[in-house]
């Protein structure tokens, strides 16, 4: 099942993601029974992630590289991630997370100049269907 979920960041453009519970199930489950929550964005290299979220899953079908676009559950530090491309860290033309991810669905919009502006802003996920 598909749901699209909009993440509301102050004086910019929302995000808007499609979740899809092909992959990782339980984790977009808990996801979208979450909603809306508010956590703060943090960027590394080209990826926004965010402070602990109330999501509390364990791996499931866990990816230690990504694509472009890729959403995802960082058990780790319960951190939604959002790959518009390389991370800091693996080798050139891969996206590696810090550490195995349970990947959620695609980023739709908008594209990676959102970058610029998410870095220490606060945010709320909310529902959208």
Do not use: E, H, R
């Given at each position: 099942m598909k749901h699209t979920v909009q993440v509301k960041i102050p004086n910019s453009s929302p995000i808007i993601l499609e979740l899809d519970d092909t992959n990782s199930p339980k984790t977009v489950n808990d996801f979208i029974k979450k909603l809306?929550?508010?956590?703060?964005?943090?960027?590394?290299?080209?990826e926004i992630y965010t402070s602990e979220s109330p999501i509390n899953q364990t791996e499931e079908n866990a990816k230690?590289?990504?694509?472009?676009?890729?959403?995802?559950?960082?058990?780790?530090?319960?951190?939604?991630?959002?790959?518009?491309g390389p991370t800091p860290i693996g080798n050139p033309g891969e996206i590696t997370p810090a550490s195995p991810v349970n990947v959620l669905g695609k980023i739709i919009s908008p594209n990676k100049t959102i970058?610029?502006?998410?870095d220490g802003k606060s945010t709320t996920f909310i529902s959208k269907s």
């Open positions: 809306p929550f508010t956590v703060n964005l943090n960027v590394w290299g080209d230690s590289l990504v694509q472009i676009n890729d959403v995802a559950y960082w058990p780790t530090g319960k951190a939604i991630c959002l790959f518009y970058l610029n502006s998410a």
